[in-house]
């Protein structure tokens, strides 16, 4: 997985491996509101165990923290399991070779791996965390750092630390302990090959199938999503003969406008199409570069766009969602040689767009209302990015400084600005653009004006 991402995980004992020399292992259990319930929640080397006996922090082997994770039998008050890793003496997630959280099937099969590629100055990371979704579990990679190490980290999801922890030698987690739980510490894994440590947890009673909840609508509705009328009108084909897409012609920069002054990129005419569940479509004629997929999907289903290589295999995931009625708008480049084919997964009919990034909206100092994922220019000078988030899950926002990249057939390294959980009030710097600034996950409404500096 990448950072972001999210995944169904089967309900039952997973076992997680937190790999990384000199990276101490633990895990928080969260409530509805982001916060533990008290000290128990927090289970880590001075209490190894939650006393609902779900969490279990096993021995380190050879450079590997263990969880053990029993999702059947977490508490119904519990909606979130972070794992998190953390370091000492002075060593951050940067010097950390191989960090990854991995987790592990009762059989000992991979079910979901995620590696920490972009380890900064932090001491201390959520890496990952389970979640509640429809009835079952989700696995979410999700990489935040914390400079302040444990103690931010720790107060951020209500952890009160203003006593100190008891006496743990130098590695001390700093949050309340509880009284000592009598359970044994875990024997040690034994070490076997593959270097999956075979093991077997409490046996769970089996979980029925659960119908997925009706979703909550916690902001007003976006209006239907209404199929646009195609470009041209299509002749009548055989029931049995299939549509050829229809692909806009490319036109000459000069003969398309758009709004303010943007200069990086290609313009072109946009190309639409239409359809229903899933497909692949193939976008022939235009320039190479970065440009911008709008996509809009009616139903509630599994949502995923992808690119694919000129091997005809799987390249950039750019949509990976759950949500019902899919709105938004995500990056994409335009191959220098051949042409844009995205591979999308849907339940109900659709609608795709490709604009030149020119055709995005602009950031000004007056609010303005989105959903979803999307791209914005930021065209101004120095200025304060202002958001407020109204989703549950990951609101990730990388910015693009193009002003001094001059391949303009490729957007130059991101830089990410934003990376936090559920709903929030964000205020952000933004050097002088030109920019383009991307939302790269946002699962709803959400607001965003320029401050001036």
């Known amino acids: ?124 990371m959520v890496l990952a965390e389970l979640y509640r979704r429809a009835g079952g579990w989700k696995f979410r990679a999700v990489g935040q750092g914390y400079a302040n190490g444990l103690a931010g980290l720790a107060t951020d999801h209500g952890v009160d630390v203003a006593r100190p922890a008891a006496a743990q030698g130098p590695q001390a987690m700093p949050v309340p302990v509880p009284a000592p739980v009598s359970v044994p510490m875990p024997a040690p894994l034994a070490p076997t090959a593959p270097p999956v440590p075979t093991f077997a947890l409490p046996p769970q009673p089996p979980v029925p199938p659960v119908a997925p909840a009706a979703p909550v609508a916690l902001f007003t509705p976006v209006a239907p999503f209404t199929p646009a009328a195609p470009a041209a009108p299509v002749a009548p084909v055989a029931a049995v003969a299939p549509v050829a897409p229809v692909v806009a012609p490319v036109v000459a920069p000069d003969q398309v406008s758009y709004g303010p002054a943007w200069s990086y990129g290609p313009v072109f005419a946009p190309y639409t199409q239409s359809g229903r569940d ?139 600005i934003v990376n936090e959980i559920g709903e929030r009030r964000e205020t952000v710097p933004l050097p002088a653009g030109p920019l383009v600034v991307q939302f790269e996950a946002a699962d709803g409404p959400w607001r965003a004006r320029l401050k001036r500096v």
Do not use: C
């Open 1 to 124: 997985m990448i950072k972001g991402e999210n995944s169904f995980v089967p309900s039952v004992a997973l076992r997680i491996a937190v790999r990384g020399a000199g990276v101490d292992a633990m895990a928080l259990l969260l409530m509805d509101g982001g916060t533990v319930g008290d000290d128990g929640d927090v289970v880590f080397h001075g209490a190894p165990v939650h006393p609902s006996g779900a969490i279990r922090l096993m021995g380190a082997v050879d450079g590997t923290a263990w969880l053990d994770v029993a999702l059947t039998t977490v508490e119904e008050r519990i909606s979130r399991v972070l794992v998190v890793g953390s370091t000492e003496n002075g060593t951050t997630m940067r010097d950390v070779a191989g960090l990854s959280v991995e987790a592990y099937a009762p059989d000992g099969t991979s079910v979901v791996r995620y590696d920490v590629t972009d380890g900064g100055p932090e001491t201390a």
């Open 278 to 416: 899933n497909d692949v479509i193939t976008v022939s004629g235009l320039p190479p570069g970065p440009v911008v997929v709008q996509l809009a999907v009616r139903g509630d289903g599994y949502t995923g766009l992808t690119v694919l290589d000129w091997k005809n295999k799987e390249k950039d995931y750019l949509v990976n969602s759950t949500e019902d009625d899919f709105r938004g708008r995500v990056l994409a480049t335009v191959p220098r040689k051949g042409n844009l084919r995205l591979r999308l997964e849907a339940e109900g009919p659709w609608q795709v767009e490709v604009s030149p990034l020119a055709a995005a909206r602009v950031l000004t100092e007056q609010e303005q209302e989105f959903r979803g994922p999307d791209v914005l220019l930021h065209t101004a000078g120095v200025a304060d990015l202002a958001i407020q988030y109204g989703g549950d899950d990951n609101l990730i926002v990388n910015i693009y400084e193009v002003a001094r990249h001059d391949d303009h057939t490729a957007l130059p390294q991101d830089d990410n």
